[in-house]
């Protein structure tokens, strides 16, 4: 079973963390990602493949949040897990990446699927490569904490013009499903 679990789904003063917000695509990053893990769990199911969203992660601060949502993925019995992102900086940067466990070989060959499927997809998005994540590292506690493989993924800055004409969650769950399904 995979696990989709959506990025920043932690409550901050009773609202959502939200992450970041595109200009461009009108819409914060926790919501464009569950649009995109809809279409993909139902993409995946028509391939015979189980999926579960996560969309909720409790816990007062980060650290409570990921040692929930990890908690949750292996209530569930999960076999891989990917947290759904966007990045956001200033309007030049752009690119998508690929994060992993640094010792998890698994992380590490999914996270190369997804650069693979990517790129090909998504030619004119500069691919940014993999990135080896470590214990200090920003985004570190899921794949630390998360019991099965597990990978987050940046596929596009929603602060680039260029990357959001691209983009959308059918294109965008399409291509995770292409990487999922030739993982099985």
């Not at 909720?56 to 897990?81: R, S």
């Not at 680039?160 to 993982?183: F, G, H, M, R, W």
Request: one cysteine or more; charged letters at 25%; aromatic letters at 10%.
């Amino acid at each position: 079973m995979i696990a989709i679990c959506i990025g920043h789904s932690r409550k901050i003063s009773g609202r959502y963390d939200g992450g970041a917000y595109s200009e461009y695509l009108k819409i914060s990053e926790r919501d464009f990602n569950l649009k995109v893990a809809t279409k993909l769990s139902a993409e995946l199911t028509r391939k015979g493949i189980p999926s579960k969203i996560f969309d909720h992660y409790a816990g007062n601060g980060y650290g409570y949040a990921m040692a929930d949502i990890a908690e949750q993925v292996k209530k569930a019995q999960a076999t891989l897990a990917i947290e759904l992102h966007f990045n956001s900086a200033t309007p030049s940067a752009t690119g998508h990446e690929w994060l992993y466990w640094h010792s998890s070989t698994k992380g590490k060959a999914i996270a190369e699927k997804f650069n693979d499927c990517f790129s090909k997809n998504f030619p004119n998005i500069k691919a940014r490569g993999l990135k080896p994540i470590k214990k200090t590292d920003r985004g570190g506690k899921f794949l630390e904490l998360t019991h099965c493989p597990a990978i987050i993924v940046e596929p596009f800055f929603g602060s680039n013009e260029d990357d959001c004409k691209q983009v959308n969650p059918d294109n965008i769950a399409e291509t995770y499903a292409k990487a999922l399904v030739s993982l099985q």
